[in-house]
């Protein structure tokens, strides 16, 4: 389903796929981040990318929400190339984490809702769900978080991120190690509520254990900007180099 906006595309859902053919990037006069990536990310099924610091990982999600567009090579949601799509659209369709949350000089409520009205109990639920309302009972809704957030801590601005996601649920979920500061039972949550959007997930982890990457449909391993080696947590596992 799609309208043409101006030249630009309004894309109303993924269908099949999000496909990237011969990828490369660079900032600047730097050396490629990204070096020849091809990859196929079929709609509904969950991603795991893995792989040292540096890698590339993050860039390849930021190409994915259509920011960056001096990339060599093409980058396509089905049939579409994301250039012709809307940002818009695309905002609508894909929803990103990231590890550092920004947080605005505002009360609790107005960073969880962005100054959107929400009802009473639409908002207890989702506080509820992410596990906020020992932080809003202590400290209540009108608390004010500082700049950025100072008067937050990492867990609690990471929860936060988690309750903007949640109002909107999209059908693209790209995640930059969001969890880092939650501890096991939050985590476990977020990713039982990840499972319930039956979203396509691309979520960069660096918890390798192997509860962990059981999860994924699909483990993609990056090693200096190129996918090395793609799969289930079996396939993968029988690899020597990426154990």
Not at 156 to 165: D, G, Y
């Amino acid at each position: 389903e799609h309208h043409d906006l101006g030249g630009k595309l309004e894309l109303e859902e993924l269908k099949s796929a999000i496909s990237l053919e011969h990828v490369s990037f660079r900032y600047e006069e730097n050396t490629e981040v990204l070096h020849d990536i091809t990859l196929r990310l079929e709609k509904g099924k969950s991603y795991a990318i893995v792989g040292s610091s540096g890698c590339g990982k993050s860039t390849l999600l930021n190409l994915l929400l259509g920011g960056m567009e001096d990339y060599r090579g093409s980058i396509f949601f089905d049939a579409y190339n994301i250039k012709e799509i809307s940002k818009d659209s695309l905002y609508h369709l894909v929803s990103m984490i990231q590890q550092n949350v920004f947080v605005f000089d505002a009360t609790i409520r107005e960073n969880i809702t962005m100054y959107k009205e929400f009802s009473d109990s639409k908002i207890q639920d989702v506080l509820q769900l992410a596990k906020l309302e020992a932080l809003i009972k202590e400290k209540g809704q009108l608390y004010k978080c500082g700049e950025n957030g100072c008067g937050l801590s990492g867990g609690e601005k990471q929860r936060i991120a988690l309750v903007r996601m949640m109002w909107q649920p999209k059908e693209i979920l790209l995640l930059d190690e969001p969890v880092s500061a939650l501890d096991s039972v939050n985590r476990g949550l977020f990713d039982s509520w990840v499972k319930a959007q039956n979203a396509t997930v691309l979520h960069i982890s660096h918890d390798m254990n192997e509860n962990a990457m059981r999860c994924y449909d699909c483990i993609i391993y990056m090693e200096n900007g190129k996918v090395k080696m793609m799969g289930s947590y079996e396939q993968l596992s029988q690899n020597k180099t990426f154990m």
